[in-house]
């Protein structure tokens, strides 16, 4: 019994939680002492499958017809490729939120999301897991048959085994139910998920206008932008960089929040970062309580200023 793999591709190419997956499944297949199968799902060139088996899958199954998106089709396919496989993992994207709860359902095996860890035990299934927006750590059980694994993104390291790994195409190409009218994608450089530092502005920046210094910020310490809930919701930013409880959740190793009073349900979504800086004016904002660092101070001066001497010491 293998272990397998979903691995997301953007516009044809891998990014860098596709590779965690990959070297999530395969340490998870050497505590089985099995290998790792990934499947790929559309149009993705052999150049860019080949590379995922320097991270350890000895084959891939591509599925070229099934387009990103349909979830019920994707379900399908995977669930097919899954009939030899004991545990199946994704990275925990808004992709396979949509597709790990229907192929629980479709193969009766017990799903955990948030995972954090290597399997404890396998026999059953032991892994930790992040709970009630990250506050507590839950240690959960697999008593299924099969297990899926949707471990967070930017939790597990990149590991390189210099492998190689054949490549067998799927003839599966069903449409479901889903029909996808448009996709909106975000401008970023950096994916907002996968970002090791992210710049993250709110409603104390006033205006629109004034984001230019975010994006100036990130970009001297390539980093992604974000903003808060409000701050999508009134039209300044785009809602693909709203992180927080309803938006997205972001593990990065430096968050830097700016103009942000820190509401709960923001805190929720960007409280698993390694370190985490407030800027805000108000010293009794509540993000000072959640930061590592905090700077009480008006953006529009310490921003700047934090820019000049970033630029200094990378001079």
């Not at 085994?161 to 029909?179: D, L, M, Y």
């Not at 530092?197 to 990130?218: C, D, F, H, Q, T």
């Not at 932008?225 to 709203?242: F, L, Y």
């Not at 509540?286 to 529009?300: L, M, Q, S, V």
Request: charged share 20%.
């Amino acid at each position: 019994m293998s272990v397998l793999v979903y691995t997301e591709s953007w516009g044809g190419n891998f990014r860098k939680s596709s590779f965690e997956a990959v070297s999530y499944a395969s340490e998870t297949a050497k505590l089985l002492g099995t290998d790792v199968i990934a499947i790929s799902l559309g149009q993705v060139s052999d150049e860019q499958l080949n590379k995922l088996g320097g991270y350890g899958a000895s084959k891939v199954i591509t599925c070229a017809g099934i387009e990103k998106g349909d979830s019920q089709a994707a379900t399908n396919a995977i669930a097919t490729a899954a009939n030899n496989a004991s545990v199946i993992v994704f990275s925990n994207t808004n992709t396979a939120t949509m597709i790990a709860p229907r192929l629980s359902a479709k193969l009766k095996a017990g799903a955990i999301s948030n995972v954090i860890t290597l399997a404890e035990s396998t026999t059953p299934i032991t892994v930790k897991r992040k709970a009630f927006s990250s506050k507590a750590i839950e240690l959960i059980t697999i008593n299924t048959e099969k297990a899926i694994l949707c471990f967070t993104p930017n939790s597990y390291q990149l590991i390189e085994t210099g492998g190689s790994c054949s490549i067998e195409t799927s003839s599966a190409n069903e449409k479901g139910a889903i029909t996808i009218q448009g996709q909106e994608t975000a401008s970023g450089k950096i994916s907002l998920s996968e970002a090791e530092i992210v710049i993250s502005g709110g409603r104390g920046l006033k205006g629109p206008e004034n984001w230019g210094m975010i994006e100036e910020l990130a970009e001297v310490l390539g980093a992604a932008t974000a903003c808060s809930k409000p701050v999508a919701d009134i039209g300044w930013r785009p809602h693909a960089e709203h992180v927080g409880q309803t938006g997205k959740v972001v593990t990065a190793d430096l968050y830097i929040a700016i103009g942000i009073s820190g509401a709960i349900q923001h805190l929720a979504g960007v409280n698993s970062s390694k370190v985490m800086v407030a800027i805000n004016t108000d010293p009794e904002a509540p993000f000072f309580k959640a930061a590592d660092y905090g700077i009480i101070g008006d953006a529009f001066e310490v921003v700047p200023k934090l820019i000049q001497e970033i630029k200094k010491l990378n001079s």
